[in-house]
């Protein structure tokens, strides 16, 4: 149980969104699992949008993965003026990328939640974002939270990142979630591809957990507003061609908010994270 609950906690706010709620069902699907051939595949999308010559692709993250899934990112970005990065506390990850985040008590709950990523990536024999992509690109602009004001607006809003992934746990549809038995006999046997498959559905099905939790959150809301506002700034700087390389959980109110500002959708292509054989 001492494993589970950094995974479950993890994994949580790994990638947990699909659908939206009612009023919006008609929106981007963001993740999906494709098992149509030999693999089970999950795949975030790369979802592009224009407006009086700029365009706005929004990149999925999933925060681990294959090493084939970063290596195409990271040629993708390339290919970008401006790519708006997630990561609470980021501003410095430049010049830090390989060293993990200094800590005070207030920040070990972020380090704590990085050492679970590590941890799951290990077992399941993935490799993780911060690892693989390259943050000191030119063209990389931090678009999130500092850690400052991260904790700033949690205790405004009085939450906590243990917190919020409670909450979208209670409010998960059960059926997405893998088999308590079946995922202990994956750990103890160590049958990594069994364990992926078990946990793809949950990856890919979490709109119920998280359809409650976005209208006022800093995890998702607060984050997403300063994304937008980063791509504001950077599209008046002269900017025409923008990716913006977040959790797909954050695409579905962004993509609302870009709708709203007469943003078309023009494409939209799925990108592979995990390719698992199954059984």
Same mark, same amino acid.
């Not at 795949?43 to 224009?50: D, K, L, R, S």
């Not at 990389?140 to 939270?145: E, I, K």
């Not at 025409?240 to 078309?264: M, R």
């Given at each position: 149980?001492?494993?589970?609950?950094?995974?479950?906690?993890?994994?949580?706010?790994?990638?947990?969104?699909?659908?939206?709620?009612?009023?919006?069902?008609?929106?981007?699907?963001?993740?999906?699992?494709?098992?149509?051939?030999?693999?089970?595949?999950?795949?975030?999308?790369?979802a592009?949008?224009?407006?009086?010559?700029?365009?706005?692709?929004?990149?999925?993250?999933?925060?681990?993965?294959?090493?084939?899934?970063?290596?195409?990112?990271?040629?993708?970005?390339?290919?970008?003026?401006?790519?708006?990065?997630?990561?609470?506390?980021?501003?410095?990850?430049?010049?830090?990328?390989?060293?993990?985040?200094?800590?005070?008590?207030?920040?070990a709950?972020?380090?704590?939640?990085?050492?679970a990523?590590?941890?799951?990536?290990?077992?399941?024999?993935?490799?993780?974002q911060?690892?693989?992509i390259?943050?000191?690109?030119?063209?990389?602009?931090?678009?999130?939270?500092?850690?400052?004001?991260f904790?700033?607006?949690?205790?405004?809003?009085?939450?906590?990142?243990?917190?919020?992934?409670?909450?979208?746990?209670?409010?998960?549809?059960?059926?997405?979630?893998?088999?308590?038995?079946?995922? /202990?006999? &994956? #750990?103890?046997s +160590?049958?990594?591809?069994? !364990?992926? =498959? @078990?946990? /793809?559905? &949950? #990856?890919?099905? +979490?709109?119920?957990?998280? !359809?409650? =939790? @976005?209208q006022?959150?800093?995890?998702?809301?607060?984050?997403?507003?300063? !994304?937008?506002?980063?791509?504001?700034?950077?599209?008046?700087?002269?900017?025409?061609?923008l990716?913006?390389?977040?959790?797909?959980?954050?695409?579905?109110?962004?993509?609302?908010?870009l709708?709203?500002?007469?943003?078309?959708?023009?494409?939209?292509?799925?990108?592979?994270?995990?390719?698992?054989?199954?059984?």
């Amino acid at each position: 149980m001492k494993i589970l609950l950094p995974v479950f906690v993890a994994l949580t706010l790994l990638v947990p969104a699909k659908e939206l709620p009612a009023e919006t069902k008609k929106a981007t699907d963001f993740i999906r699992v494709e098992r149509g051939g030999d693999n089970a595949l999950l795949q975030p999308a790369a979802a592009t949008y224009e407006k009086d010559g700029v365009k706005v692709t929004l990149l999925g993250a999933v925060h681990i993965a294959d090493k084939a899934y970063f290596a195409d990112l990271n040629k993708r970005f390339k290919s970008y003026d401006r790519v708006l990065f997630e990561m609470i506390g980021g501003d410095k990850l430049a010049q830090t990328q390989k060293q993990e985040q200094e800590g005070v008590e207030k920040k070990a709950e972020l380090s704590a939640l990085g050492n679970a990523y590590k941890m799951i990536s290990t077992f399941l024999k993935l490799t993780d974002q911060k690892t693989e992509i390259d943050y000191t690109a030119k063209n990389f602009v931090h678009a999130d939270l500092t850690i400052e004001e991260f904790q700033e607006l949690q205790e405004e809003r009085g939450e906590s990142i243990l917190g919020f992934a409670m909450n979208a746990a209670q409010n998960a549809d059960t059926k997405n979630q893998p088999s308590t038995i079946a995922l /202990m006999q &994956a #750990l103890m046997s +160590g049958n990594t591809n069994k !364990a992926k =498959l @078990l946990f /793809m559905d &949950a #990856l890919a099905g +979490g709109d119920e957990a998280m !359809a409650g =939790l @976005l209208q006022q959150s800093v995890i998702i809301t607060d984050r997403n507003a300063k !994304a937008l506002q980063t791509l504001d700034v950077e599209i008046k700087k002269g900017h025409k061609n923008l990716g913006v390389f977040y959790g797909a959980a954050h695409f579905p109110d962004i993509e609302k908010s870009l709708l709203k500002q007469g943003y078309k959708k023009t494409r939209q292509e799925w990108l592979t994270a995990w390719s698992v054989p199954k059984e």
